[in-house]
């Protein structure tokens, strides 16, 4: 990886850990009801895996700590905090929460709550995927 590229994904997983303490803050604040799993000092497997994927080509599904998926598929942060706060205008219509974040727009295939669970989906998700052509 190029020096620019190492330092473009600090800067990015800086950002990601900035975007939790702020849903870390709101939640201690009550303002995000329900359950939040954060992602503080793991934004770099995410990175790792996501800087493999082809952006407008890769599906992308994962576990139940998807905020930072999500932003790094292409998802506008301010539509994952939306989707936090339960509003309309999140990503999932404010109805997925902290663990079920959805956006097909940018191929994110949402987050599971089950540990383990996305692994079936991903693979019939692929099928689809394949005998659609």
């Known amino acids: 990886m190029k020096l620019k590229d ?11 850990r900035r975007f939790e303490e702020r849903c870390y803050q709101a939640y201690i604040e009550r303002k995000i009801g329900g359950f ?5 000092g793991q934004e770099a497997c995410c990175y790792g895996v996501m ?5 407008g080509f890769d599906y992308v599904i994962t576990g139940y700590r998807d905020h930072v998926h999500a932003i790094k598929c292409g998802t506008d942060p301010k539509a994952v905090m ?7 205008t999140g990503c999932s219509k ?3 929460g902290s663990m079920h974040i959805f ?3 940018h191929r ?5 709550a089950l540990v383990g669970g996305p692994f079936p989906l991903a693979a ?6 394949q005998m659609k052509g």
């Not at 800087?51 to 952006?55: C, G, K, L, N, V």
């Not at 939306?82 to 309309?88: H, S, T, V």
């Not at 994110?108 to 599971?112: D, H, L, V």
């Open 82 to 88: 939306a989707e936090l706060y339960g509003k309309e």
């Open 94 to 96: 404010g109805r997925g």
């Open 124 to 129: 019939g998700m692929a099928k689809a995927i």
């Open 6 to 16: 190492r330092k473009r994904v600090l800067r990015e997983m800086v950002l990601a």
């Open 51 to 55: 800087e493999a994927a082809r952006p």
């Open 103 to 105: 956006d097909t727009e």
């Open 36 to 40: 939040l799993h954060l992602y503080p």
């Open 108 to 112: 994110f295939m949402g987050g599971y």
